[in-house]
C-alpha cells in the first residue's frame, strides 16, 4: 500500500448556559439533555482528528508502540503497520487463521521491553486447528517474522461464538488474556445458558464461564518468559496445584470480555463485558446487560449465574421448563453435570458500570439501543505532550460502545468509586469504535471498525489529539446553484468560516479548477461563461499562517430541472383519513416537460422534526443499531433489507405488525443462527415505521412510479403523530445536455400532524422546558413555531397545566412577531385539580400564507403562576 494520507481536520463546538430560574430564566431550543461544567470542560474545539490510515477489512484489535508506530490486525489474519515517520500503512504479514463464527485473528499486544526485544504477542484460531492460541513472533525489517513463532499457550474451543481475543500486559510483564465462554446464546431467549440437558452442552455456560477447570469464560493471568515459557504471578484466583482449577485464571464468570486494558501506574485491570439479548425481565432472570469492569484482584464476576449489579438468574429444568430458585450471589454453587471445576464457586462481584438496551436506570448517560461494550485506556496527563489531552482527563478511564458509536470517559475516585461520566466528543459519530489506545503523545488513538459487519469498506486508524496552540480555522463555503446554463452566475458564501482563537483571516477564491487566486472577498459572485465542471475552493488563512480549505463542484452547460408541487387547497396540515389532491408540474430548460419515466413521485410518511425532509422509517433506523448487522443490498451478520422486503414483500398490516414486534423483542432462527437484539426503547408504532420503510425496498431498485403527476392519496386513520409528517417525494431526471451529466432534482411537499408539542418550538422567550412542558414562568413568555399555514384551520385546543388559579390571564395567539396581528385570545380557565391536564379551545381568525405564529402567555401582573403548555391541537 504505502499510501500518503491527507489529515483532514475535525472540530466541533457547542455552547450550554445554566442560570438560577429565580433570577435569569434561560431559553434553550432543544438543548443537549447532559449537563457539563463548562468550567472545567475543555473546549472541544481544540480536539482534532487525524486519519491515519484506511482500507482495513474486519478490523479487530491494534496496539500503539511509544513513537506512535501502531499494528493493527484483521480478522482473516491480515497484519499490517502504521509508520509513523513516513506516514504509511503496509500489510507486514498475514496468518493462516480459521474463521468460524466470531474466531480468527483477534488480538495483539507488544512486548513492555519491545523497543529491545520487538516481541509481539498475538491471540489467533489457527488453521485447521480448534483451538486459541497465543503466539509471541519478532518484528523486523519492517515485516513480522512468522517463523520466529513461539506458542506461549493455547486452549481448547468449539466452534460456537464470544471468543474475547484481547491482550494487555500490565507494569511488571504479566500478560492478560480475555477469553470467551465459547457457548451458544440462542434457545435460550437471550437470558443465562445454563442448559444442563444431554446433548445440549453447547448452551452451557456452566461447562465454561462458571468452571474453575476451564480457561473459557475468564480473563487469564500469566508471566511470559523470554524461552517461550510463562509461570503464574502470585494473587491469581487458583494457586497452582489447586485440585480441579486452573491457575492460569485471574478473573472468572465472563460471558465475551471482547476488550481489555490495563491502567499500569496503578495495575487495575478494566474489560468491557458484553452481555445477552434478553430485551424484558422473567421469572428466569433479568434482562440483558452490557458491563464496564474494573478490578485489582482476583475474583468472580458472576456468569452466567448473575448480571450487572448481581441481578441474578432462577435455575431452570429446560427438559420440562420449570424455573427454580434465584442463584445465591454470595455462595454460587455450580452442579452441572458439564462442569468439571469446582462446585462451591467464589462469591461474585457486582460489575462496575452496566446497562440494557433502553435507558439505563444507574447510568443514563451511556443511552440506549444496541450494546457492545469496549473499554479503552485510561489517560495520565504530561505537560510535556504538546497534542496531548488536557489535565482534566487525567486518570479517567476512556470506554465506547461498537454498537452506539460513542465514547466516554468516566472519572473516579481513588478508591474506583465513580465520581461522573462524561460524553467526550458527543457530536462526532465514532465508526464502531472496536478498540482505543492512548499513546505515549498523550493522543488517543481509535481503531473505527467501519459501519457494517464483516466485510465492511470505511474501516479506520484515527488519532485524537488536542491543540493547547493557536487553533486552525475551519472554512466553510455555499454556493446559490450547483448546475446552470451558459452563462452561469453564482453567488458564494463563506458563512460558517470560523477561527476560535477570533484572529482576523485571509479569504482566497478558486473558481478555475484551483489555477489561481481571483478573489479576496468573504463573499464573491463568479459568472462561469464556458461549459465544464469547474471545482470551487476556498482557502482561509490566519494571522499565524494556519490554513484550511474548503471546496464544491459547479457543473455549467446543463439547467437542473424544476418541479411545481401543488398540495389543492391544503395549508400546513394534514388530519386523519382524509384524502389530499394533488397535481405535479416540471419541466427542464433544454428538455422541455419532462413526464414519466423521467418523474418518480411517491407518498411517504416523514420525520416532522428534520431540518430537511427524511423518510420517518429511515430516520428511526438511521437512529438504532439496525445498520450494524444489515445492508441494503448485500448480506452482513443478518440479511439485507432487500432479503428481507422480498420475502416478507405482500406488506399486510399483520405482516407489519408481526416484524414490528420482532424488531422490539428481539428473536433468531428465522435467517440463521445469529440472534437479533431487542430493541424495548422502541415503541411498536415506530418499529412498524421501520418495517415499512424496510419492506419499501421491494421494488426500490428500477422501480416506475406508482402515483401520476395529478391524483390524490389518503392519510391513514388513526391517532395523530406528533413526529409524522406525510408528503409527496418527488424526482425528476433530465436527459443531459451537450454531452454534460444527467442531472436530478428531488423535492418534498410536506403536511405536519395536526399537533404541535409545545416543548419542540422553534423561537422562545422566558422559557424553560421541564419534561413535556414549555414552562412560561413570567408575563409575555412565549413560544412560536415557524413557516406555518393555517389554512383550514378554525381554531386551537391547548393542552396544558399550572400551579394555581390567577385571575385574569389569558393565551394570545399573533403572526410574525409577539405583538403581530392578533388572530386568537382565549382566557385561562380556573383548574378542578392539582396538576391536572387541562384542554381549552381558542378559536382563530382565518388568515393565508405561511407565517410565524405565536403563543404568549398574559396573567395578572401582581399574582400569577406559571403555565405549563404541553400541547397544541389544531382543528379544522
Not at 524461552?227 to 497452582?240: H, Q, T
Not at 411517504?604 to 437512529?623: D, S
Not at 423535492?747 to 418550538?761: G, M, Q
Not at 393542552?799 to 409577539?818: G, I, Q
Request: hydrophobic residues 35%.
Amino acid at each position: 500500500m504505502n499510501k500518503k494520507l491527507r489529515i483532514p481536520r475535525f472540530d466541533i463546538y457547542s455552547l450550554l448556559l445554566f442560570t438560577p430560574i429565580f433570577f435569569v430564566v434561560a431559553c434553550s431550543h432543544k438543548a443537549s439533555e447532559t449537563k457539563v461544567n463548562m468550567e472545567t470542560t475543555p473546549d472541544t474545539n481544540r480536539f482534532h482528528i487525524e486519519i491515519l490510515a484506511t482500507g482495513m477489512i474486519d478490523p479487530t484489535e491494534m496496539a500503539v508502540d511509544g513513537q506512535g508506530n501502531a499494528f493493527v490486525l484483521e480478522r482473516k489474519g491480515g497484519i499490517n503497520y502504521y509508520n509513523a515517520t513516513e506516514k504509511t500503512f503496509e500489510r507486514i504479514g498475514e496468518l493462516k487463521v480459521n474463521l468460524g463464527h466470531e474466531d480468527g485473528l483477534l488480538g495483539i499486544a507488544l512486548d513492555p521491553n519491545y523497543a529491545i526485544t520487538h516481541w509481539v504477542y498475538m491471540l489467533y484460531t489457527p488453521d485447521p486447528h480448534r483451538e486459541q492460541r497465543i503466539s509471541r513472533f519478532v518484528f523486523r525489517n519492517n515485516r513480522l517474522d512468522l517463523g520466529s513463532e513461539k506458542v506461549i499457550i493455547s486452549y481448547p474451543i468449539v466452534p460456537e461464538r464470544h471468543q474475547g481475543g484481547s491482550l494487555a500486559f500490565d507494569a511488571v510483564g504479566n500478560l492478560y488474556i480475555s477469553t470467551g465462554e465459547n457457548t451458544k446464546p440462542t434457545d435460550i431467549n437471550g437470558h443465562a445458558p445454563i442448559d444442563e440437558r444431554p446433548g445440549h452442552e453447547i448452551n452451557d455456560s456452566q461447562r465454561s464461564a462458571a468452571n474453575t477447570n476451564d480457561l473459557r469464560g475468564k480473563i487469564l493471568r500469566i508471566h511470559p518468559n523470554p524461552d517461550g515459557s510463562y509461570s503464574i504471578p502470585k494473587g491469581n484466583l487458583f494457586a497452582p496445584n489447586t485440585p480441579h482449577t486452573k491457575p492460569e485464571i485471574y478473573v472468572m464468570g465472563c460471558r465475551n470480555p471482547f476488550r481489555i486494558a490495563i491502567d499500569q501506574p496503578t495495575n487495575t485491570l478494566y474489560w468491557g463485558d458484553i452481555g445477552p439479548d434478553a430485551g424484558e425481565d422473567t421469572e428466569k432472570g433479568p434482562k440483558g446487560y452490557d458491563e464496564i469492569n474494573r478490578t485489582q484482584k482476583a475474583g468472580n464476576f458472576g456468569w452466567p449465574y448473575f448480571i450487572a449489579n448481581n441481578k441474578a438468574y432462577a435455575r431452570v429444568d429446560y427438559a420440562t421448563g420449570q424455573v427454580f430458585e434465584k442463584f445465591n450471589a454470595a455462595q454460587p454453587v455450580n452442579n452441572s453435570p458439564n462442569n468439571t471445576g469446582l462446585q462451591q464457586l467464589p462469591a461474585a462481584q457486582p460489575a462496575w458500570v452496566w446497562y440494557p438496551y433502553n435507558a439505563s436506570q444507574e447510568f443514563p448517560i451511556m443511552g440506549s439501543g444496541g450494546r457492545t461494550a469496549i473499554a479503552g485506556g485510561v489517560y495520565h496527563y504530561n505537560k510535556k505532550n504538546k497534542e496531548g489531552f488536557p489535565a482534566f482527563y487525567n486518570s479517567q478511564l476512556f470506554v465506547a460502545d461498537w454498537m452506539r458509536n460513542h465514547v466516554k470517559s468516566i472519572a473516579q475516585h481513588k478508591d474506583g468509586v465513580i465520581a461522573k461520566i462524561y460524553s467526550f466528543l458527543p457530536h462526532q459519530k465514532f465508526i464502531r469504535p472496536i478498540d482505543m489506545q492512548f499513546g505515549n503523545d498523550g493522543c488517543l488513538y481509535v481503531l473505527e471498525y467501519g459501519s457494517n459487519w464483516f466485510d465492511n469498506t470505511d474501516a479506520r486508524l484515527i488519532k485524537i489529539a488536542y491543540q493547547r496552540t493557536n487553533m486552525k480555522p475551519i472554512a466553510k463555503l455555499k454556493a446559490s446553484g450547483s448546475a446552470g446554463a451558459v452563462p452561469f452566475k453564482v453567488s458564494f458564501s463563506s458563512a460558517g468560516t470560523f477561527d476560535a482563537d477570533h484572529d482576523s483571516l485571509v479569504y482566497e477564491w478558486r473558481f478555475d479548477n484551483g489555477h489561481y487566486i481571483q478573489s479576496r472577498a468573504k463573499n464573491p459572485s463568479f459568472t462561469f461563461t464556458k461549459a465544464g465542471t469547474y471545482l470551487i475552493s476556498l482557502t482561509v488563512t490566519d494571522v499565524s499562517g494556519n490554513v484550511d480549505k474548503a471546496q464544491t463542484e459547479i457543473l455549467v452547460g446543463n439547467t437542473p430541472p424544476s418541479i411545481d408541487i401543488n398540495l389543492i387547497g391544503r395549508g400546513s396540515f394534514y388530519w386523519p383519513n382524509e384524502r389530499i389532491q394533488y397535481s405535479i408540474s416540471t419541466s427542464d430548460k433544454e428538455d422541455g416537460v419532462l413526464s414519466s419515466p423521467q418523474v418518480s413521485v411517491k407518498m411517504l410518511p416523514f420525520y416532522a422534526g428534520a431540518t430537511t425532509p427524511q423518510p420517518y422509517g429511515e430516520k428511526l433506523i438511521q437512529e438504532s443499531d439496525c445498520k450494524s448487522c444489515h445492508q441494503l443490498i448485500d448480506k452482513s451478520v443478518g440479511p439485507s433489507f432487500s432479503k428481507i422486503a422480498q420475502r416478507y414483500g405482500g406488506n399486510t398490516d399483520e405482516t407489519i405488525t408481526m416484524l414490528g414486534h420482532k424488531i422490539v423483542q428481539g428473536g433468531s432462527g428465522v435467517w440463521g443462527s445469529y440472534a437479533m437484539s431487542a430493541h424495548p426503547q422502541l415503541g411498536i408504532e415506530e418499529a412498524k415505521e421501520m418495517v415499512k420503510h424496510i419492506l419499501s425496498f421491494a421494488s426500490e431498485h428500477g422501480a416506475k412510479s406508482t402515483m401520476g403527476l395529478q391524483g390524490s392519496f389518503a392519510i391513514p386513520a388513526g391517532k395523530l403523530n406528533p413526529k409524522m409528517s406525510y408528503g409527496l417525494a418527488v424526482v425528476a431526471a433530465d436527459k443531459g445536455f451537450m454531452r454534460q451529466a444527467i442531472l436530478k432534482t428531488e423535492k418534498v411537499a410536506l403536511l405536519r400532524p395536526a399537533v404541535l408539542e409545545a416543548k419542540n418550538y422553534d423561537w422562545c422567550k422566558d422559557i424553560i422546558n421541564s419534561g413535556p412542558y414549555a414552562r412560561m414562568p413570567f408575563p409575555t413568555s412565549g413560544i412560536a413555531f415557524y413557516d406555518l399555514d393555517l389554512k383550514n384551520v378554525s381554531s386551537l385546543t391547548l393542552e396544558y397545566s399550572y400551579d394555581f388559579y390567577t385571575p385574569h390571564c389569558y393565551v394570545e395567539c399573533r403572526l410574525d412577531a409577539p405583538d403581530g396581528k392578533l388572530i386568537g385570545k382565549v382566557e385561562i380557565q380556573k383548574k378542578s385539580k392539582e396538576n391536572e391536564d387541562m384542554l381549552l379551545t381558542m378559536p382563530l381568525a382565518a388568515s393565508t400564507g405561511k407565517h410565524k405564529v405565536y403563543i404568549t402567555y398574559h396573567p395578572d401582573l401582581t399574582i400569577h403562576s406559571p403555565l405549563n403548555l404541553k400541547t397544541i391541537y389544531l382543528n379544522k
